[in-house]
């Protein structure tokens, strides 16, 4: 089975890793390779089922809370909010080509909405992301060109240090990443990203990393927005892989009927 080519920075819009053992001298590795190992290990779940806790602070702003179930399989993937009440059972659905659904409880069907419709939007439904901070989240490793720029140790561990630059034909807010990977087990600790100006802009962060079910898992993550002096914590809760989640969860009939799983 193919696996998408996806670097996930925050669970669910996050990175979840199983250990990987590798053969030879890991001295010798390219950024190519050492990127595709992360790749691999982030993408390494045939499919996982979350509940996270999202903290939003903003400077001069009250503390928001949100709690949301996310179910993921390859490209596709549905949030539900289960906090606060008044956006319980709102549900997204993602899929491949940048196709989106949103379902609110007063609809009587899930509604198909394009990237362009929801600009406007600087806080989408209360998360603290714009739209394109939710696509920006998602680092599709085959439309950079990876730089090794050598390694340092953080928390006393050696971390690769590589530098992320986007293609000419690819467009984005952020066209250059750097990404600290650890070096014995191959998944990413911090990504920066930097604006056209060459400007750093975000900050993410994927800390107390622990084993369930034999995949690594980041129970923390956070995401600095410098720009909006914004920052959001996501906390795992819950977390189950490899049910065999089915291909019709993810369709737009679906997300009206989400509530009924749990």
Do not use: C
């Not at 659905?93 to 659904?101: A, E, F, I, K």
């Not at 439309?143 to 090794?148: A, K, Q, S, V, W």
């Not at 050696?158 to 984005?172: A, D, G, N, P, W």
């Amino acid at each position: 089975m193919m696996k998408a080519k996806n670097l996930f920075i925050a669970v669910g819009i996050a990175g979840l890793i199983i250990g990987l053992s590798l053969a030879g001298n890991s001295e010798e590795l390219t950024a190519r390779e050492i990127l595709i190992k992360s790749d691999d290990i982030v993408n390494a779940p045939a499919d996982r089922e979350i509940v996270a806790e999202l903290i939003i602070n903003e400077e001069g702003k009250r503390e928001r809370k949100r709690i949301v179930r996310i179910w993921q399989k390859g490209e596709k993937g549905v949030l539900m909010f289960l906090y606060p009440d008044r956006l319980r059972r709102t549900a997204i659905l993602t899929l491949p080509n940048n196709v989106r659904y949103v379902y609110l409880p007063i609809w009587r069907e899930a509604e198909r909405i394009s990237l362009e419709e929801m600009e406007g939007d600087a806080d989408f439904l209360g998360t603290g992301f714009t739209p394109a901070d939710m696509e920006a989240l998602i680092i599709h490793i085959d439309d950079y060109e990876p730089t090794l720029l050598g390694s340092e140790k953080l928390q006393g561990l050696v971390h690769y240090i590589l530098k992320l630059k986007i293609k000419e034909s690819i467009e984005t807010d952020y066209p250059v990443l750097r990404v600290w990977i650890r070096k014995d087990e191959f998944y990413p600790v911090m990504i920066e990203q930097y604006d056209r100006e060459g400007k750093l802009q975000r900050v993410a962060k994927m800390d107390e990393w622990e084993k369930t079910d034999g995949y690594w898992l980041p129970r923390v993550s956070a995401i600095s927005d410098l720009r909006r002096e914004r920052e959001i914590e996501i906390r795992i809760t819950e977390v189950t892989f490899d049910q065999g989640l089915g291909n019709e969860l993810f369709t737009p009939r679906k997300l009206k009927r989400l509530h009924k799983l749990r």
